[in-house]
């Protein structure tokens, strides 16, 4: 059974940074593309950043240079360092697992419960 926890939400003022961390059961992330997604309110979800099995990494371009993904195998899970964080960033963040060792866009398989992350002064 597939479980993604997240974590690492929260309130941060404009310009500051948050790490969100992904805690992965079931699923080995070398052998699987894992995503960051975030639904701001009366928005839809929305795809933010990936990393696939082989450690490539993506972002969309709102948070290029400002996000990091990353993982860490032994600890089976998966961060999204945010840095400048604009009001902008405010949604519920997900983290996904696709089931593939390559990203491709549209092809969640397991998703977490999301981590709130608001952004305001």
């Known amino acids: 059974q597939v479980q993604l926890q997240e974590s690492g939400g929260g309130l941060v003022q404009p310009g500051g940074s948050l790490r969100l961390s992904c805690a992965a059961s079931?699923?080995?992330?070398?052998?699987?593309?894992m995503a960051w997604y975030r639904q701001a309110p009366g928005k839809q979800r929305e795809w933010v950043a990936a990393?696939?099995?082989?450690?490539?990494?993506l972002y969309t371009d709102s948070v290029k240079g400002r996000f990091t993904i990353s993982r860490d195998n032994l600890k089976n899970t998966v961060y999204l360092q945010m840095n400048s964080l604009k009001p902008d960033d405010t949604a519920v963040y997900y983290c996904?697992?696709?089931?593939?060792?390559?990203?491709?866009?549209?092809?969640?398989?397991?998703w977490g419960q999301g981590t709130q992350v608001a952004v305001s002064s």
């Open positions: 996904a697992a696709h089931g593939t060792r390559s990203f491709v866009l549209g092809t969640a398989r397991y």
């Open positions: 990393i696939s099995g082989g450690g490539n990494s």
């Open positions: 079931g699923i080995i992330l070398s052998a699987n593309a």
